[in-house]
């Protein structure tokens, strides 16, 4: 089976966002960069113990410059067989899903497996434009997937439960927590990923659709009110009638 | 220039969500001059839609257009869009959203946002906030395109129903050409009639300072009684304490409820990305130190295990005396 892992850059989950240029763009100044962790934890991991059960690669694949090498050699390091890097800055979802359309469309991929959204931009987009692109069909937030022969058979989250669907290869799915656990690579793995192919290859000039115009945080909290652990009827009362969240 | 909002239903009553959206289409169709429809999947109480401003109904009822099957509802979204003449597409950002509005924006061509929290600024162009940064931040982000799709984060705006009806017409759509392979084989739990976190008002989440899944009785009785839905932090669902749904946080569910209830959790970054949309929050750790206590509304310093049952028979008796 032949898997393409779509994959992004973003910024550690512990990292203080800030922004610079008037409020116009993040400040990368300091900032640790990860495999956005729904990409890597959830879909390059299960990618990975598909192909090791039943045979054949994963290749990842990068919008972005080359300031993104280091996650995606992190990504060839977990077990990746090939990475590409489709070279352009990723400005909007629907550039990102157009570039990987346009590098996978005639690669003969069986399934494409991304996180079900990133912890940057938070868009849950990229998938269903991505299925669009290469008419497949669309499993969104799978917290299963199950391949046999030429079906999957995926848990599709929906509120309060899941569905489970049977859909016919290949498609492109999109994973949530509990489609696999998170691996850390080995030295061996890392060694390996050195001397992995990193293909990077042009852009076929998407445009983009949106424009991110400006940033801002939100506003800080007033101080916290403190309430006597021994007085528990002081704390409903000051829900109703301050708060009036009850 | 009309907008036409996208109302799933669940047991064929419109999603909560769903009238939330069709409430911001409505806002947004009055700035804009023209009309709120809504396309609704199968819905049998359509009508409810006129409360929150839709002046119209397109009902499909064609079981095989679901968002199991998004390339159907994008089909049916193309179909009544041409016959209304819209511009404007808003969806709730749920699972049918996620499902559906980003297949219909590759398709059409029409920029996509979502996330949303604020109506359009029109001034320069169509600009929308969004969270961005699991909630850490906020962006302000122009759709270029003429053809604009909005996702509205549930639980951002509310639900205000006033008076107003909606006329509601059939509307079919062929979707016999259209085959992508999908089949529901099952459905679990999605009857529940706990209120799914995404779209909860009120929240009793708790965390390792529980000490184990044994104790998570006073938790579930707090919820009782409130009518709120149970939610944990990460290492709780990641040792297994309690199931992974119910996971809160940057790299779980995002929530926005109007109350936030955080049991022995002490506030890591990760956790108050997804959780610090809420309108109150109320912290109850014994650790006065716990960092959670500087994003809190409220804050009990104190032993879970003494604070919660007292609690509990707090919100009982406020309960009783009001109903």
């Not at chain 1, 989250?157 to 998170?182: F, H, T």
């Not at chain 1, 909290?221 to 301050?242: C, I, Q, T």
């Amino acid at each position: 089976m032949k898997i393409l892992v779509p994959i992004s850059k973003v910024p550690d989950t512990t990292s203080k966002i800030a922004f610079t240029d008037g409020d116009s763009k993040f400040n990368e100044e300091g900032i640790q960069w990860i495999v956005n962790p729904y990409d890597e934890w959830y879909a390059l991991v299960r990618a990975l113990e598909l192909v090791e059960a039943g045979g054949g690669t994963v290749t990842v694949i990068n919008v972005g410059d080359a300031t993104a090498d280091p996650v995606i050699r992190k990504a060839l390091a977990l077990g990746a067989n090939e990475a590409v890097r489709v070279d352009v800055n990723p400005s909007d979802s629907y550039v990102i899903a157009k570039e990987i359309a346009a590098y996978a469309n005639d690669k003969g991929f069986d399934m494409v497996l991304l996180g079900k959204e990133t912890i940057s931009y938070n868009g849950s987009e990229v998938g269903g434009m991505l299925a669009e692109f290469m008419n497949l069909p669309y499993i969104s937030l799978a917290s299963k997937l199950e391949v046999n022969g030429d079906t999957a058979t995926l848990d599709r989250s929906i509120e309060g439960g899941s569905e489970v669907v049977e859909v016919k290869l290949p498609l492109v799915a999109s994973a949530s927590k509990g489609m696999a656990e998170q691996r850390i690579p080995n030295m061996r793995g890392i060694m390996a990923a050195r001397s992995k192919p990193l293909t990077v290859v042009p852009a076929s000039g998407a445009e983009a659709k949106t424009a991110y115009v400006k940033y801002g945080l939100p506003a800080p909290k007033s101080a916290v009110k403190l309430v006597d652990p021994e007085n528990m009827d002081e704390l409903v009362r000051l829900l109703h009638e301050e708060a009036k969240s009850i | 220039m009309s907008v036409l909002i996208v109302v799933d239903t669940k047991n064929g009553e419109v999603k909560k969500s769903s009238l939330e959206a069709a409430q911001y289409g409505a806002s947004v169709a009055a700035s804009l001059g023209g009309e709120a429809v809504a396309l609704t999947l199968n819905a049998n109480n359509a009508e409810v839609l006129g409360t929150v401003g839709v002046n119209k109904v397109l009902n499909v009822t064609d079981a095989s257009v679901s968002a199991s099957d998004p390339q159907k509802v994008v089909a049916a979204i193309v179909a009544a869009a041409n016959k209304v003449g819209a511009k404007v597409v808003v969806f709730a950002h749920d699972s049918t959203g996620k499902a559906v509005a980003p297949r219909l924006s590759a398709k059409s061509g029409a920029g996509l946002v979502t996330n949303v929290t604020s109506l359009p600024n029109l001034a320069s162009g169509f600009v929308v906030s969004k969270n961005v940064f699991s909630g850490k931040a906020h962006a302000d982000v122009n759709i270029l395109s003429d053809e604009k799709i909005v996702s509205i984060l549930p639980n951002a705006f509310g639900v205000k129903a006033g008076e107003g009806s909606a006329s509601v017409e059939a509307f079919s759509v062929d979707v016999s050409g259209i085959n992508s392979g999908i089949t529901v084989k099952e459905v679990k739990g999605g009857n529940s009639k706990v209120v799914p976190l995404p779209e909860a008002e009120l929240v009793v989440s708790a965390g390792r300072g529980l000490k184990g899944p044994e104790n998570w009785g006073m938790v579930e009785e707090m919820a009782e009684i409130l009518g709120a839905t149970t939610a944990c932090s990460r290492p709780v669902a990641d040792i297994g304490w309690r199931p992974h749904h119910e996971h809160v946080g940057q790299t779980g569910v995002a929530i926005r409820p109007n109350l936030y209830i955080a049991i022995g959790i002490s506030g890591a970054i990760q956790h108050l990305a997804g959780v610090n949309g809420s309108k109150v929050i109320v912290v109850i750790n014994k650790d006065p130190e716990a960092p959670f206590f500087k994003a809190a509304d409220y804050g009990v310093v104190g032993d879970a295990f003494e604070v919660v049952p007292r609690l509990n028979e707090a919100f009982r008796k406020f309960k009783a005396a009001n109903g």
